[in-house]
């Protein structure tokens, strides 16, 4: 078993047991797909079992204005992904991106990732279409609520320029959801990110970059750390 389908399955069943343990079985219910459905009808939502936290609490989830689909359908009305708390299945908030997988689909050229820190008290959102990182956020979770932090704009403003004087024009942004985006309970995120254009040969220019977030009370805060240029897979 790889290591990260191993890590997903250790998240399932760190769910399945939190969610005995607060007897919310009614609320989150184990699908045929090694997930989990929360709510029903309309209000139904289905987890992306990869972005279950640590303590199998918390997880990223998808909804639609019209219900979840049936069968080999595809999702109709609004979509919108949100933060999920296993135990009881309440939406915690809205994520910025609007990907959705139900098992047997998923949205074509849209990728996803939650990269929790270890103790499950904050997460990144990584939301990613066919060219464009279309969410790029910070969530800290408490008792009290969730605080977000977007961080696209501070490090695509940073990213181009620690470019080359005119080597940024033209080109797209985008964080590597192929490549490791790790947040620690310090707040420390690392990550890669990529200017490139689209359907072309040319290279793309790597970026090696560290943040330091810090959350006080309802509000949150990023600073960058390093930023390097670097050579990435392809």
Known sequence: MSPIRAAAARALIAAAISMAAFGAEASCVADQHQSFI???GKDALRVFPSTIAPSGKLAFGWRTS?????????PSGVLEDVLVRLP???VLGQ?????????????????LIA??????RAVVEVANSRWDTDSFRFYAISESGVV????HELVERTVRTKSPRGADKGRVFRIREDLPVKLDAEG??????ILFIPKSEEAAL????????KTVKSSAAARVVSVQRAKLPD
């Not at 019209?66 to 595809?74: K, T, W």
């Not at 910025?96 to 047997?104: D, H, I, L, N």
């Not at 977000?148 to 961080?151: A, C, E, I, K, T």
């Not at 420390?188 to 990110?193: Q, T, V």
Request: glycine share 16%; charged share 25%.
């Open 38 to 40: 929360c709510g029903e």
């Open 66 to 74: 019209e219900g979840l689909p049936s069968g080999q359908a595809e």
């Open 88 to 90: 009881d299945g309440a």
């Open 95 to 111: 994520l910025g991106g609007s990907y959705w997988a139900t098992g047997e689909m998923r949205a074509n050229r849209y990728d």
């Open 115 to 120: 990269a929790w820190s270890p103790d499950s």
């Open 148 to 151: 977000v932090l977007d961080l």
């Open 188 to 193: 420390g995120l690392s990550f890669a990110a």
């Open 206 to 213: 790597g970026f090696r970059v560290e943040l330091k977030i």
